[in-house]
């Protein structure tokens, strides 16, 4: 059986990539696409409404902007879709609260990276957390390309969390931006660069005194984010409604 699905922002980075996975499998038919720009796609099934992109659609697959997906998100209501699997990243903590109400409604699988690895890292990063204690500096460095809009990254926030849990906290409280003079004691850091064509870099540094325990992951092409959403789409599709992780996807 196939699994239709509809790309919003699909004449994006993330919407190429996601339209060369699919389109090569045949477990996928994608039925729609949105753009701001239809006629450049210059094909019929993509279109500016995100309601009339889902109409066909069993899973809505969203890398775009957080207004629109939080728009999309509420098209959906009017739609079969059953599910939607959002990777946009930047959310402030109100649009947070919209994703939340969203999922009382629909599956969503939401996550700040969809590749294996980086699920994987903050796994490994919580433990580390947990393990070390709060004798050793939290520093989370991230490095993209130079069109990237947010800062920091989804997945730097994705790891600060992570390690925030394993600390028992949240990052919220633990949070430390960019800053001049002494490291206040206990935060989680983040330094962010940007430049070029880098896809995503990523690691976190437990710092002692004496010694540095650090943990990273380097995508290399966008298609692993594809692949990693085109599985969460596969198996939300049956899933009842509620906000997923790719936690809950790969079963960790
Ligand atoms: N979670 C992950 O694994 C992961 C991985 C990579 C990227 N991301 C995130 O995914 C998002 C997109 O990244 P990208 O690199 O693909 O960006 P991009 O190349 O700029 O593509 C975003 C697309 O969103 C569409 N869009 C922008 N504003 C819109 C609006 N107001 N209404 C409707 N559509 C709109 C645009 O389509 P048109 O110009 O055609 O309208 C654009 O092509 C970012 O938040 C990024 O951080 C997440």
Redesign the pocket.
Known sequence: MTLSIAI????????GALMRAAGDDPRFDIVGG????PA??GDAAVV?DAGVAAAKADVWID??????SL?ALDALTTTRARAAII????FTLDQDRAISTAAQRVAIVR?????VGVTLLAEFVRAAAAKLGPAWDIEIFEAHHR????AP???ALLLGEAAAEGRGNHLAELRLDARQGARPEGGIGFAVARGGGIV?QHAVSFAAEREVLTLSHQALD?AV?AD??LAAALWAADKPPGLYSMRDVLGL
Request: aromatic share 6%; hydrophobic share 30%; no cysteine.
């Open positions: 919003a922002g699909i004449r994006g980075r993330m919407g949105t753009s701001r720009n450049a796609a500016k890398f775009t902007t957080p207004q629109a728009a990777g946009t990243t930047g996550s700040g990276n969809f590749s069109r990237k809009v947010d990254s989804g997945t995503g966008r984010f990693g959403a």
